[in-house]
């Protein structure tokens, strides 16, 4: 089965003036479309062409005769996972039942804060940084290039994409900006909330 471009949860433009229409030019109808593509063409007419995506991402990873299949779709996952994990209007202390577990895993919002902000600063290169649920404990992670906790057993929750390309048009090389704008104004708690209901 082929996979296509999943739409995003928003206009181009709805997370203006945090996102621009033109950073989703360029990471959604190019980047996330490019990684779709490539990985329509390589699982063509294998034994992975009927598979989920997400059984494709763990049972490539790992294999390094299926590193190219495991990059495209594990960033084909990762970007819509991204895309759902912001929303118009969002950022802030979160609510409904992560608040408690922040609270109680992490001490404060705050402290989760400090964690979240640390991971995906000092993400060196190309990654990201995750909110995942791991043995019923909320946790923060970063994982380097196509990675992600999927692989690993953990249940993500949310992410923010910390490649350059992610950020530079409308930050430049201000990775703490970008990373602080997605906490205050972009995250979307509705959609971690369901993660973690779902977990």
Do not use: C
Not at 10 to 36: C, D, I, R
């Amino acid at each position: 089965m082929a996979f296509t471009l999943p739409d995003l949860p928003y206009a181009a433009n709805a997370l203006e003036p945090y996102m621009s229409a033109n950073t989703f030019s360029f990471h959604h109808a190019k980047h996330h479309a490019a990684y779709v593509t490539n990985l329509n063409n390589l699982i063509k007419d294998t034994e992975l062409a009927d598979k989920s995506l997400e059984e494709i991402v763990t049972t490539s990873f790992g294999d390094p005769a299926k590193a190219g299949i495991f990059n495209n779709s594990a960033q084909v996952w990762n970007h819509t996972f991204f895309w759902n994990s912001m929303k118009p209007g969002g950022g802030g202390a979160p609510t409904g039942a992560i608040a408690d577990k922040i609270n109680a895993d992490f001490g404060s919002y705050d402290k989760f804060k400090e964690a979240f902000k640390t991971a995906a600063a000092t993400q060196f290169g190309s990654g990201w940084a995750w909110l995942v649920l791991e043995n019923g404990t909320l946790k923060v992670t970063k994982t380097p290039n196509a990675e992600n906790p999927v692989v690993h057993g953990q249940t993500p929750l949310l992410t923010l994409d910390v490649w350059e390309h992610a950020y530079y048009l409308d930050y430049q090389n201000r990775r703490p900006d970008f990373i602080a704008t997605y906490l205050d104004n972009l995250v979307n708690w509705d959609f971690a909330n369901q993660n973690m209901a779902a977990a």
